[in-house]
Structure formats: C-alpha cells, structure tokens
C-alpha cells in the first residue's frame, strides 16, 4: 500500500499493527527490501497494515518520525511507533517485529 501524508493518521487509526517502509527510489537498499516487504504486506494483509513512503514525496513524515537514513521501517500499535529497523534486514526480522504488535 503507497503510503502518503494525507492517508499516513487514518493508517494508524486503522486498530491493526502498521507497518511502514520508508524508502526513496534512488536508493539500492530500498529497492533490494521492496520485494520483502511486499510479501509480508500479502501474508498479513488481514492482520495488519503494511505500506511504503517514499521519503521525498512525503518529506513531512520522515522529518516528523526523524528517519536520517533509508530504509528505515517503523512498526506502530495503538497510533504509537513501537519499533523500528534501519538498513537492510531481512523478511524474518520483519514478521518478528510485526508479530509482536499481533
């Protein structure tokens, strides 16, 4: 799910665990995460949301949750950030930090 600025507080509101890969479309990383992040999106499409911010279309976001370096994912329950991964991980480090908001 494309996250932006105007639909990023009605996510949160949504009562499901929120997912969040801010990423840019220059960036090597960002695009080696993409396709992880997309299969964890399909595998808790019922459970959670799960979308990606490109920090130069949504550069109030990342300077509001301070994200330096890309990519960054932040993990939120309840409208609250909770956790966050900077850098590359992999698609287990994802689902462990999703699930421990389930």
Known sequence: MKVTE??????????????????????????????RVEEVEGEYAD????????????????ARFRIRNVPTVLFFKGGEQKDKCVGMVSKETLTEKLNALL
Do not use: H
């Open 6 to 35: 105007q639909n990023f507080d009605e996510l949160l509101a949504s009562g499901k665990p929120v997912m969040i890969d801010f990423g840019a479309t220059w960036c090597g990383p960002c695009k080696a995460l993409a396709p």
């Open 47 to 62: 459970r959670a949301v799960v979308g990606t911010a490109d920090v130069d279309e949504c550069a109030g976001l990342a």
